[in-house]
């Protein structure tokens, strides 16, 4: 059965008649970028069969009876005059085999009323059968034989893994929960049969020990013993059930609690990484508040060295030789200036001591004196002094003696001003800071170097904290675990491996109790038989033995069948698996399905030496879940089941990134007669979308694109949302 | 008389037109009275914590590039708020001082020869020395500012560098 098309009118964003896509056998991609209206081609196709579309606010598909008018297309709404506007989605099934085809239509119709739309509750689904060869197809009325058409489109167990969205493959194959394989097996084998075959076996060992029990008490030799017996038999039987009962439930929580260990032995290593980038990102971080702050205060004082450490003088000493030079003279022509007058006063008293000194001062007076010059004669002696004589000059002495005087005892300063100080001090000051001028190159050579060094260690830390950070994200959205998470994990993994530990021990304890009354069993069925006086019929014996031989080949039976299944399944997975992983390096190792306690499998990817793989990334586990729930498929390839039906899935490829999208085609191609997908990887990345079209390996089918008439970002208003269907082949 | 106390009981002016980028290298907070810490300066970008700190900056590059541009007559000037002997580090005031005095167009010994009034005229030439050469430097900055904006943008050493350049 393979879907031959789909014809879309006014059904959400396809507006108008002419959204019709053809399909054939091999992989069929619908492409577009999100927002394009991928998903609501995957909910045209879940509506028809199901009368449901996924609601992504709610995160869930719900009825027509929920969301009524808004399956019809806005621009239809805003479009129609009053009357009616309705929105259908028809497919075309065609059944290869039979050469016989089926159209399924569901149509939703609202009224509008003065503008104002009245939504009714329920949409309307027809089924035309055709047999090709006839003309005309028939309409299919009888509601029984519609579920009957549509259960074998697409049967109710394998649905969910047949039609199935990117996002929904994490619970299909739920690796926390440990009988996900099993309930898939359960759906797609014919397991069930033997596990009554167990059932039968089970009883009639049962029947067949009491009938042999009844006739051990009749011959007995002692009926009241072994009535004792007998009762003491029961009630020990009934302590194993009981036991057995508590093991089953211990192991339950055994592999439980196993199971989560494992998953969280998984994510421990992850976050245990997490946990140490974390500790190293605390670390960096330290170093490098601690480098910006040496940093900081470095710039602080840097700008603050240029007038501390006198940076700003660098190349003025020729200021101070200036002033130096200025100095020195002026000092030499002070001192000039002094020698002169030291030298002036020195002549002047050489003079006052070769002057009169034999009288006082004004003796004789002073005008006396004056007299005796004019009359140029000594009154004292009477004696001639010609003017000018040295006899004359003797007198005159007497008359300027206290002008000589006057001035070497004159103490008045040489200068009005004495700034020597002052010029001193701007001499000695310039002469220690041009000292300093000399140091300031390599002053500001060792402050640069310093601040260049710390700088270079901020880039390092600066590097180092980049990479951590890369690889605490690169972790983080590999294993989605927040910081959070992974001290959530370690704790959480401590306490369930605490558990299974506990669980272990409880099993053992209770295995050894089912051993004690076993033993008391043996006897008290020991006592029994020795009470028998006469011989018990050898048919009655046989028949116990062969019943409870019985019982064991059942379990066996279904035990082997059940692993077999298994391991087919096993094989299929890791075909799938590595196809698909052909193209990426990283991927690695292989699925192996374990055995659990109680029985269930669950999936984990082991290294060659059988050793499992931590810490795989989330592309690798969906990639796990793809290839297990195509195993499921492609082992029952014998019952036609993967020639039958139709893969349908929206964005699988969108988990796990471009790398695997080729490998994912080629699988999907080779495992399905016809599969439809949504995806966006092939909608901006050219190259991947010719590799599609061309390549050799991939069995192709029609590719179109989808193209809204508006932008996603821009789509406030609906009302004029239509989408475009082109084929690309 | 104590002339270097004359003198920095003084206060010199600079020409308003260098305002603007003043104010762009120097803490706005403090700028005439001038206390910005180290911290402060480098947090906002600037290179001088006062006024008088790019004043005298000013001034020792137009005395070491022996740059001296009167400011016009008719430009407006602005005046210090505090007199050069509140300026720190003293040693630095004193060493421009020193420079200054020995660009001063007479002879020290002369100068002790001079009245007081006479003598407060010579200080007054000093400042005016001061200013001009000063203006020299807010010169320097300036064309430099035009020439090559991208000098003093990230660079924390752009000051030091312009000491270095002829």
């Not at chain 1, 996002?167 to 049969?193: G, M």
């Not at chain 1, 029994?528 to 039976?557: H, M, Q, R, S, Y």
Request: net charge negative.
């Amino acid at each position: 059965m393979i879907i031959e098309k789909i014809e879309l009118v006014n059904f959400m964003c396809y507006h108008g008649k002419d959204n019709v896509m053809d399909f054939t056998e091999g992989i069929n991609v619908i492409i577009g970028d999100n927002g394009y209206g991928k998903s609501k081609l995957y909910d045209a196709f879940y509506w028809v069969l199901y009368d449901q579309v996924f609601v992504p606010e709610k995160k869930e598909f719900q009825n027509t009876k929920a969301v009524k008018s808004k399956i019809i297309s806005d621009k239809a709404k805003a479009d129609a005059k009053d009357g009616k506007v309705s929105a259908s989605v028809s497919i075309t099934f065609h059944n290869l085999e039979k050469d016989n085809v089926y159209i399924l239509e569901r149509k939703y119709t609202a009224n509008i009323m003065d503008g104002k739309i009245m939504e009714t509750n329920d949409s309307e689904f027809t089924i035309m059968k055709k047999d090709l060869s006839y003309l005309n197809a028939k309409m299919v009325n009888d509601e029984e034989e519609k579920r009957r058409i549509v259960s074998n489109i697409l049967p109710p167990k394998m649905k969910d893994y047949l039609w199935f969205q990117g996002e929904q493959v994490e619970s299909i194959i739920d690796f926390n929960k440990q009988d996900t394989l099993t309930k898939a097996i359960n759906v797609l084998s014919s397991i069930t049969r033997y596990d009554e075959l167990k059932e039968i076996a089970i009883a009639a060992a049962k029947s067949g020990n009491t009938e042999y029990d009844r006739e051990v008490r009749r011959l007995s030799k002692d009926i009241d013993k072994s009535e004792q017996l007998g009762k003491e038999k029961t009630k020990l039987e009934e302590r194993i059930a009981d036991l057995q009962k508590d093991e089953t439930e211990v192991i339950e929580n055994l592999s439980r609690a196993e199971t989560r260990c494992e998953t969280l032995l998984n994510k421990q290593a992850d976050a245990q990484k997490v946990n140490e980038l974390q500790e190293r990102k605390k670390g960096v971080l330290k170093l490098l508040n601690e480098l910006n702050e040496t940093l900081k205060e470095e710039q602080f004082s840097f700008h603050g060295k240029m007038f501390r450490n006198k940076w700003v003088l660098k190349g003025t000493e020729s200021l101070h030789a200036e002033f130096s030079n200025r100095f020195i003279a002026y000092e030499n022509k002070k001192l000039e200036k002094a020698a002169e007058t030291k030298a002036m006063l020195t002549a002047e008293s050489e003079i006052v001591k070769k002057l009169q000194t034999r009288l006082p001062l004004d003796v004789p007076e002073p005008i006396y004196v004056q007299r005796m010059l004019d009359e140029e004669k000594c009154l004292v002696c009477d004696r001639e002094a010609k003017k000018n004589s040295d006899a004359w000059q003797k007198i005159k002495e007497l008359i300027d003696r206290p002008d000589i005087k006057l001035k070497s005892t004159d103490s008045e300063p040489i200068v009005k001003q004495n700034f020597t100080d002052d010029f001193k001090r701007l001499y000695q000051n310039g002469l220690a800071l041009t000292h300093r001028i000399e140091e300031i190159d390599s002053d500001i050579k060792d402050t640069l170097k310093k601040i260049s060094n710390i700088n270079a260690k901020i880039r390092d830390a600066n590097k180092e904290m980049n990479k951590v950070e890369e690889d605490i994200q690169k972790l983080l959205s590999d294993t989605s675990l927040t910081s959070e998470d992974a001290l959530d994990i370690l704790n959480e993994y401590s306490i369930q491996n605490k558990k299974a530990r506990d669980f272990k021990d409880e099993q053992n304890k209770i295995t050894q109790q089912i051993e004690h009354f076993k033993t008391g069993l043996r006897s008290v069925n020991d006592q029994l038989k020795e009470l028998v006086t006469g011989e018990i019929p050898k048919w009655l014996i046989e028949k116990k033995d062969v019943l409870n031989d019985f019982e064991i080949i059942a379990g066996n039976t279904r035990e082997r069948v059940f692993n077999n299944l298994i391991t087919q399944l096993e094989k299929e997975a890791n075909g799938h698996y590595e196809a698909m992983t052909s193209g990426n390096k990283s991927a690695r190792g292989q699925i192996k399905l374990r055995r659990l306690p109680n029985g269930n499998f669950m999936p984990e990817i082991i290294d060659n030496n059988g050793v499992p793989l931590l810490g795989s990334n989330t592309s690798n586990l969906i990639l796990v879940k793809l290839a297990t729930i195509m195993a499921i498929i492609s082992a029952k390839s014998n019952d036609g089941v993967v020639s039958f039906y139709t893969l349908i899935t929206d964005a699988p490829t969108s988990v796990f990134g471009e790398d695997y999208t080729i490998g994912f085609c080629k699988t999907i191609s080779k495992v399905y007669r016809q599969s439809i997908i949504m995806s966006k990887e092939f909608y901006k990345n050219q190259n991947l979308r010719t590799e599609l079209l061309t390549n050799s390996e991939i069995k192709i089918g029609k590719v179109y694109t989808i193209t809204p008439s508006i932008p996603e970002t821009e789509r406030s208003n609906r009302n004029n949302l239509s989408t475009k269907i082109e084929a690309l082949n | 008389m104590e002339l270097l106390k004359k003198i920095k009981d003084k206060a010199p002016e600079y020409n308003s037109q260098h305002e603007e980028f003043i104010l762009r290298f120097t803490v706005g907070q403090g700028g005439k009275a001038g206390s910005a810490g180290e911290e402060a300066t480098f947090e906002q970008g600037k290179q001088f914590s006062t006024k008088f700190e790019i004043f005298m900056y000013a001034t020792l590059l137009g005395l070491k590039n022996n740059y001296r541009l009167p400011i016009p007559e008719n430009a407006r000037k602005i005046s210090f708020m505090y007199y050069i002997k509140h300026w720190q580090p003293v040693d630095l005031v004193d060493f421009i001082l020193m420079g200054l005095i020995s660009k001063l167009d007479i002879d020290f010994n002369e100068l002790e020869n001079k009245d007081d009034k006479e003598i407060e005229k010579e200080i007054l030439n000093l400042r005016k020395l001061m200013e001009e050469y000063a203006n020299g430097g807010f010169d320097k900055i300036r064309s430099k500012l035009e020439s090559e904006p991208s000098f003093f943008v990230n660079n924390d050493n752009c000051f030091l560098d312009l000491l270095e350049e002829k």
